[in-house]
């Protein structure tokens, strides 16, 4: 475990800020509606989300990242979802820093947090709406597991076989 200086804080934080931009950029515009589902739609941000897990393990990631996408929710008129997201969120990502820079292990991880973002939106919607919306959202959410899973595997390997080093929790050339 790395100790968590002042200095290291602050590059985290800072790092948290910039990339949750980025991710809260990737939920708004980085979309495709999804066509006979009530206000769904296909988002690539996960992708980016766990490989910032690549980058810190740091615990103020994982919470942090779990509050963008609950204002990602409300940005994008999903309100509803927004508690579920953030639970959802916070054990993915919580899952995804044990992958110990290995690529193996950041797959299956991914695969594991991928799986739990699939079930958890489809027994939530089941709670919500019953059973036949949560099976017709079923297939967007799918693909958007696929597509985190695909994207996200690509990005993370060549951020792993990058001439990038670990220093202080964040990734220094």
């Known amino acids: 475990m790395i100790r968590h200086n002042k200095e290291n804080q602050i590059k985290i934080i800072a790092f948290c800020g910039i990339y949750g931009a980025f991710i ?3 939920l708004a515009f980085l979309k495709i509606q999804a066509i006979g589902n009530e206000g769904g739609y296909l988002q690539f941000a996960d992708a980016f989300l766990f490989l910032g897990c690549l980058i810190t393990t740091s615990y103020i990631y994982v919470i942090s990242m779990s509050f963008v996408y609950v204002v990602g929710d409300l940005l994008n008129n ?3 979802y927004a508690p579920i997201t953030f ?8 899952l995804m820093t044990f992958h110990q820079r290995k690529f193996f292990w950041y797959f299956i991880f991914l695969c594991i947090s991928q799986a ?3 079930f958890g939106y489809f027994f939530y919607e089941i709670a919500l709406y019953g059973i036949s919306f949560a099976i017709s959202s079923l297939y967007w959410n799918f693909l958007q597991v696929i597509s985190a899973i695909s994207i996200g595997s690509l990005l993370g390997y060549l951020l792993l076989k990058s001439n990038l080093t ?4 964040i990734w220094i050339k």
């Open 87 to 94: 639970f959802i969120k916070l054990i993915s990502l919580f």
């Open 166 to 169: 670990l220093i202080d929790d």
């Open 78 to 80: 999903a309100a509803i």
């Open 24 to 26: 809260l950029l990737c």
């Open 116 to 118: 739990l973002v699939l």
